[in-house]
């Protein structure tokens, strides 16, 4: 009977039992409960008010060279003799950097094209019986040349109103020497920095057409291109900031690349999209720090602060 009369009290809203509980007066907590939850509701709505949320458009993004690295291509198989500069240094417009495929001795070649320079700018006392020509005996394909060319000087001695003749085989073997350059010697197209493009060693065979190295100029100069939809370019402002995402970029440990927008008229791509100008260094900063040197034109993507707006429009608008 006790279990019963138990279960009747549990199961008869009207028992005892039933009865203290609802005429028990709720604690602190549970009686607040309601109004602190609601207090913390309306700060948390206030706090999303003043919080502020960029407003940004994602586009594509490019960086092209107004004044870029030049990359050099090997013109012609052949064995590699000499590396005449070393990595990562400064050069200067047509330096010797690499000497390709012959069995001439380098110095030599070099100092006969000044010697042979030389005859042609001071040609008074080439003529004299007691003028000595400086021995060359490790000329290479240019050796028969040389040796020809002392020879006819020598026999010019018994002939000495035969300048002209004596001058034109000058400036011809001069040609020579000149030819012999472009075939074995790569040089620098441009004042820069040297980066070769790959790990050389003497007596490796180079291939055609294979990259050798890359001249960085000095003056390095570059533009960073926004591929804006006709649809938004409206909203696209000067000065704006411009957060840049390159691809196959660690922007996890290194961030983005902050610039902003340079300039803001409007050049129609086609007929769809506008091209804005975007600041753009040969060094530039990322958001977490780090620097980066921009030497390559590359793509990516880029999102354009287009204003500031308030955390609750940004949970509305998802």
Request: charged share 25%.
């Amino acid at each position: 009977m006790k279990k019963n009369d138990n279960e009747n009290i549990y199961l008869n809203p009207k028992s005892t039992g039933i009865q203290q509980i609802i005429g028990r007066v709720p604690s602190w907590i549970i009686r607040w409960g309601i109004s602190l939850v609601f207090l913390a509701l309306i700060m948390a709505l206030s706090l999303c008010w003043f919080i502020e949320y960029p407003v940004t458009i994602k586009v594509p993004f490019e960086v092209k060279s107004i004044i870029g690295p030049c990359r050099v291509i090997n013109p012609r198989s052949g064995k590699l003799e000499k590396i005449l500069v070393a990595n990562n240094s400064k050069v200067k417009n047509k330096q010797p950097i690499l000497y390709i495929g012959s069995n001439a001795n380098l110095g030599e070649v070099l100092k006969l094209s000044d010697y042979i320079n030389s005859l042609r700018l001071n040609p008074n006392g080439l003529f004299k019986k007691s003028i000595q020509l400086k021995p060359f005996n490790m000329l290479g394909e240019l050796q028969f040349g040389y040796d020809s060319l002392k020879e006819e000087i020598v026999k010019s001695y018994s002939h000495p109103r035969n300048y002209n003749h004596i001058f034109k085989k000058i400036d011809n073997y001069k040609s020579s020497i000149d030819t012999w350059e472009k075939k074995h010697l790569i040089i620098a197209p441009i004042s820069g920095q040297l980066l070769l493009t790959g790990v050389f060693e003497k007596g490796q065979r180079l291939d055609k057409e294979e990259s050798l190295f890359i001249i960085v100029p000095d003056n390095l100069k570059k533009i960073g291109l926004l591929l804006v939809p006709k649809t938004n370019i409206t909203k696209i402002k000067r000065n704006q900031k411009v957060l840049i995402k390159i691809d196959n970029f660690p922007i996890s440990r290194c961030g983005s690349i902050l610039s902003y927008v340079l300039d803001a008229s409007q050049a129609p791509l086609n007929d769809s999209t506008v091209l804005v100008s975007v600041k753009i260094d040969s060094v530039m900063r990322t958001t977490a720090g780090c620097k980066m040197k921009l030497i390559y034109d590359f793509k990516g993507s880029a999102d354009v602060i287009i204003s500031k707006g308030n955390l609750i429009k940004k949970i509305l608008d998802y």
